[in-house]
């Protein structure tokens, strides 16, 4: 029920309950999901590669695979509102507090953002949650979202819980509240974003300081992982970096400068060209289409 917040769940003879803020109440009736949310994507990572990396659905495991995305063969496009990610907000409003990367010797896959506890958290994209739990690995109260656009955002040390696994929810939505729980020394979010699995740096994405997305193309490249990057807990150990070790050069991707549009319903070319600030001529020569070619909704299209 959109705009409403969920109050409690009751496991009844008929269901589980869920019940809202505004006092009225819905029978939740689950069906078998496989997880998979951006088609496209997931059959570049299961049969394209020189090895598949897979992806489950589980309410109950915070990693879902060991996926090691340094293999990752190809760039993979990824547009970050698509049309079903038609919005993007801020996970909340505080500062960055602390940035990804090795921190104390051991390595913070995320980035800290300050807050208040019973501060409001919000959804990044719209998406459904597919994990709603304490979590003793030391993120304490995490909500993980899944969204369209191929990648899963983590939400950790949340004093309260406003989503349940499997519900869907919009960007913007309230999904909890912050708080301190977890292997936490301060009231803060621990906010990650991953993909298959794999951390990124969410800076490669979002703009903290200036609260936008740097881009709605995201080229997804082995670069953007660290090598050998397994789903670990939050504060696992890890060795510090020798200054006498020799490092290999970082793998750097050069992204084009390019732009990509999916075909919605009663699309022209025509309309989509002005949209964009391009011709139909140039959009056909991207693409290898001709002016009358018909255009197949959701397919995305070279503008730029």
């Known amino acids: ?3 409403q917040r969920v109050l409690d769940t009751v496991d009844t003879e008929i269901g ?45 495991v915070c ?4 996926n090691d995305l340094s293999k990752l063969k190809d760039t ?7 049309e079903q990610n038609d919005g993007f907000s801020m996970p909340t409003k505080g500062i960055v507090t602390s940035r990804y990367g090795y921190r104390s010797g051991r390595y913070h896959n995320g980035i800290d953002v300050g807050l208040n506890v019973g501060d409001t958290v919000y959804a990044t994209w719209s998406g459904k ?36 696994p499997d519900q869907e929810v919009k960007a913007g939505d309230p ?9 936490s020394f301060g009231p803060h979010l621990h906010f990650e974003i991953r993909f298959y699995d ?15 997305l740097k881009n709605e193309n995201l080229f997804v490249h082995k670069g953007l992982f660290r090598p050998g990057a397994k789903p670990t807990d939050y504060y696992e150990e890890h060795p510090v970096e020798s200054p006498n070790t020799e490092i290999p050069p970082p793998v750097v991707v050069r992204a084009p400068q390019v732009k990509y549009y999916q075909v919605r319903s009663g699309d022209t070319l025509t309309e989509i060209a002005d949209r964009n600030r391009t011709t139909v001529s140039k959009i056909c020569s991207l693409n290898g289409i001709k ?3 018909v255009l197949q909704v959701g397919r995305s299209l070279r503008v730029k």
Request: one cysteine or more; glycine letters at 8%; a neutral charge.
């Open 76 to 82: 993979i496009w990824l547009c970050v509102n698509d």
């Open 175 to 183: 999904i909890g509240l912050g708080g301190n729980t977890g292997r």
């Open 291 to 293: 002016p009358t070619t």
């Open 1 to 3: 029920m959109l705009g």
């Open 198 to 212: 794999a951390p990124m740096n969410p800076e490669e994405i979002i703009d903290f300081d200036k609260r936008l």
């Open 63 to 66: 990693f879902t695979s060991r």
């Open 16 to 60: 589980k309950v869920i019940i809202y803020s505004n006092k009225t109440w819905v029978l939740y009736n689950p069906f078998k999901f496989d997880g998979i949310m951006n088609p496209r994507i997931h059959k570049i990572m299961t049969e394209e590669q020189d090895a598949p990396f897979t992806l489950t659905w589980n309410n109950d």
């Open 129 to 164: 949650v597919r994990y709603a739990k304490y979590n003793d690995g030391g993120f304490g109260n995490l909500v993980i979202l899944r969204h369209s656009n191929g990648l899963e955002t983590f939400h950790a040390h949340l004093s309260k819980f406003l989503v349940f």
